[in-house]
């Protein structure tokens, strides 16, 4: 149980382009979503913390309109990384928590960006 | 953003030895989650503590909550190739908000 899925696993871009990420609870609903980002070697940064149907709630020093989140089911939230740039690159990782799960949360796999 | 400070970063051990590794922080939590990573993939959660001297277990795996509230440890015991990974702990400050903290993350490396 608490399969958290991700697509695509890899992309790659070119600068100025946009991208979404998709992040899907395949076996439970998921109340709150959370997007993080992972540079390598590094441990993981939240970015945002988004409730399906409300506005995503982003950490400070991350920019919502290059960062647009999207949790509009209890099943899918969406992160679209808008006119990448190099910088973008990185793993992006989302997790999912339900109500009854006592505060854990359930990572996804991942996906790599890559803009070139 | 803010990190815990995890130790040892990275360790070579021999399979069969036991391991043991350690989060601190300066703040108070009320939840600490520990999680291995493999390269490319996302973390999948091995332990959850919720109170404050609470001691879990999940195979080989032990961790502990500790009483200041401050600190968690995970112990594997008789280690093998495929704990090899990265170890976060993650802590969810006593904040209400339910977003986690993570570890700078210690370096699983096993030698057959």
């Known amino acids: 149980g608490a399969v958290v899925s991700q697509h695509p696993s890899r992309v790659i871009c070119k600068s100025g382009t946009s991208v979404k990420i998709e992040c899907r609870s395949l076996?439970?609903?998921?109340?709150?979503m959370f997007w993080y980002r992972q540079f390598p070697k590094q441990s993981l940064m939240l970015m945002a913390t988004s409730n399906e149907g409300s506005k995503a709630t982003y950490e400070q020093g991350v920019e919502k309109d290059k960062f647009l989140i999207n949790h509009a089911s209890l099943t899918l939230s969406t992160l679209t990384v808008t006119s990448a740039h190099p910088e973008d690159s990185s793993f992006y990782i989302c997790?999912?928590?339900?109500?009854?799960?006592?505060?854990?949360?359930?990572f996804g796999p991942g996906t790599r960006l890559t803009v070139l | 953003g803010q990190q815990l400070n995890q130790s040892p970063q990275s360790m070579f051990i021999q399979e069969g030895e036991d391991v043991s590794m350690n989060c601190t922080s300066s703040s108070i939590f009320n939840t600490w989650l520990w999680y291995k990573q493999d390269p490319g993939e996302g973390p999948v959660l091995l332990i959850a503590l919720y109170k404050a001297g609470e001691l879990t277990s999940n195979g080989r795996l032990t961790a502990q909550f500790g009483i200041t509230r401050k600190d968690s440890f995970l112990n594997i015991s008789a280690s093998i190739p495929s704990d090899v990974g990265i170890y976060f702990c993650a802590g969810d400050p006593a904040s209400g908000t339910y977003k986690y903290i993570f570890g700078t993350g210690t370096r699983l490396k096993v030698l057959a």
């Open positions: 997790s999912a928590s339900y109500e009854s799960s006592y505060n854990e949360q359930f």
């Open positions: 076996d439970f609903q998921a109340t709150t």
